[in-house]
């Protein structure tokens, strides 16, 4: 059975960091790409960042770069999103994601697993 399993949201003022971790088991973690998407209340969800098999592709949505780094640590089965200078619009539950395909995909559908997700706000 496959389990993404997010960790490290919480309440943060403006301009702090905070760094997510989602630990995959149930999968041969180092042939999926994994995302971050996030979903704000009344809003779709939408992604965030996007990072390939072996971590050597990366891709991040606008809005977050510059700010969010994703990184992956395949002996660890393990995704990490280091969001630094955060600000309110960034409040929203962050889910974590793995797709099989090869592809570094940026639409939800496309992700065949996903976690429960964490709640990050942001204070201003």
């Known amino acids: 059975q496959v389990q993404l399993v997010e960790s490290g949201g919480g309440l943060v003022q403006a301009g702090d960091s905070l760094r997510l971790s989602c630990a995959a088991s149930?999968?041969?973690?180092?042939?999926?790409?994994m995302g971050w998407f996030r979903q704000a209340p009344g809003r779709e969800r939408e992604f965030v960042a996007v990072?390939?098999?072996?971590?050597?592709?990366?891709n991040s949505a606008d809005s977050v770069k510059g700010r969010f780094t994703i990184s992956r640590d395949n002996t660890k089965n393990t995704v990490y999103l280091q969001m630094n200078s955060l600000k309110p619009e960034d409040t929203a539950v962050y889910y974590c994601?793995?797709?099989?395909?090869?592809?570094?995909?940026?639409?939800?559908?496309?992700?065949?697993?996903w976690g429960q997700g964490t709640q990050v706000t942001v204070s201003s």
């Open positions: 990072i390939n098999r072996s971590g050597g592709v990366t």
């Open positions: 149930g999968l041969t973690f180092s042939t999926h790409t």
């Open positions: 994601a793995a797709d099989r395909s090869f592809l570094t995909h940026i639409i939800p559908s496309a992700y065949d697993y």
